[in-house]
């Protein structure tokens, strides 16, 4: 029988005031990562993943795994015009995770999917709009029922090109977008957050697509190079410290009001 717990995420004049307790002041600590039924100890093909791969994550680096990526399905790749040169991709994306751990804060793995070589269209000369996208699910499990809170797509090394009129060129992810004469650089990426329920164990339903454009005499193109997902959950303090924590801060609220009246 699954075990369901009910959480309230904490405000963020609690983490504050956490940070003062000291629970939240240690560092950010990296993952170790385990990628399962894959030739490389440094990340998984999709193509790998999608034949019974999976990759692990712990966090905090104690030992015991707080993510899980697993059961990758429904993979689809389609193309418009079908006379398009470009190759199914899945063989070329290669998929690595990074995690962080911030004590008594939050936990978070981000999946980071490098497509080698890029998807890249350029309809022929003509009136032509040429289009491609990648399909594929996954389960992403959090261990110790810490509910995932929230996903974050992201367009990291995606750029088109006009034409400006019509429908312009396009490169999307999962709601994350940049179409007309854009690029999103790692710096600054185009991305899109969703809330989640909280949940426990969580279906990802990932959908990339590009479109490039050709008027007449002017060019369009979309390009992908990378995009990602970070999947982040939020560390509930004990009942005690919860007390302690708002003792402290009524005190702390209290010291400032003096020190203002004096």
Partial sequence: MTKIRRYTIPSAAALVVAAGLGLATAPAQAALVTYTGCASTSFCTLAELLGGGSISVDEDGNGTIEKVFEDWTNYDFSKSPGANPVADPKANIRVSATGTYIPGVSGSTTLNYIIVGGINLTPPSGNTTWNAGVGFDFTVTSAKYVPIVKQIDALTGASVT????????????????????????????????????????????????????????????????????????VVIPEPGTVVGVLAVGGLGLAMKRRQKDN
Avoid at 212 to 220: C, L, N, Y
Wanted: proline letters at 7%; hydrophobic letters at 30%.
């Fill in 162 to 233: 006009g034409p400006t009129t019509g429908t312009p060129s396009s490169v999307s992810f999962n709601g994350a977008d940049i179409s007309g004469n854009s690029t999103a650089t790692p710096g600054s990426p185009a991305t899109d957050e969703m809330t989640l329920g909280p949940i426990n164990t969580y279906t990802a339903m990932n959908n990339l697509t590009l479109l490039a454009r050709r008027t007449t005499g002017v060019a369009g193109t979309a390009r992908v190079t990378s995009f990602s997902q970070t999947f982040t959950q």
